[in-house]
């Protein structure tokens, strides 16, 4: 199985919820966001404006088949799940950045928080946790935690502590318009696959020979 996700941009409002969702769920960093949304225009090609009409792009880590981040981490911190999705191993990564040098899209953050500062955010008087709550560790490797060590880079794991309990990533289950869908691209009877057939999907850059897992849907072309 290789998991992928297909965003319709004909239903994307822009309205930025995923990135809420997304922040809110996993616990980033101020000035982190692991997905956001972008208007196409010089930073991403293959999605032309339609005149009066505005258009939205949401980017995440795009879980390439071929990831340059993967390559080039010296200390395998950044690894590939049997799935396809691309994780990054917390306790191993030591900060280097070559991943976030090496990709294309920009979707790597690096944790510049101090981690007392992390405690505060986390835990709200109130008894509010910002973030899923639990430690989730891959075959002994720890993809996600509530609270991070300075000096890590992470980004979008496709929400593989929620995938675990047979649910949805949170962006998929806050977007309003019903914009994400997320499934087996190896199965050619899938949802996602008979959308990327049947809507002629594309992915972001593909001069970069990534092979994203992430695919989009093209807006229609009827000016408004």
Not at 41 to 65: R, T
Not at 71 to 80: G, I, L, S
Request: aromatic fraction near 10%; charge should be positive.
């Amino acid at each position: 199985m290789r998991r992928g996700m297909v965003i319709d941009l004909e239903k994307c409002i822009g309205c930025r919820s995923c990135a809420v969702a997304c922040k809110q769920h996993n616990a980033q960093p101020a000035g982190n966001w692991w997905n956001r949304v972008v208007t196409p225009g010089s930073e991403f090609h293959g999605v032309a404006p339609v005149k009066g009409k505005e258009l939205f792009l949401p980017v995440s880590c795009q879980h390439c088949a071929n990831a340059p981040c993967e390559k080039v981490c010296p200390v395998d911190a950044t690894f590939r799940h049997t799935d396809g999705s691309i994780l990054v191993d917390l306790e191993r990564c030591v900060g280097c950045r070559y991943c976030m040098a090496a990709c294309p899209y920009g979707v790597r953050q690096f944790n510049w928080e101090d981690p007392t500062r992390s405690v505060q955010r986390y835990e709200y008087q109130d008894g509010y946790t910002y973030g899923h709550p639990k430690q989730y560790r891959l075959n002994g490797r720890l993809v996600y935690a509530p609270l991070r060590a300075k000096g890590v880079v992470e980004k979008c794991n496709f929400c593989v502590h929620y995938q675990a309990q047979g649910l949805d990533p949170a962006c998929v289950r806050a977007c309003p318009g019903k914009a994400r869908f997320v499934g087996d691209l190896d199965d050619p009877n899938s949802e996602v696959s008979r959308m990327i057939r049947e809507m002629n999907g594309f992915n972001l850059l593909p001069e970069k020979g990534t092979k994203p897992s992430v695919f989009y849907l093209p807006p229609k072309r009827k000016e408004v």
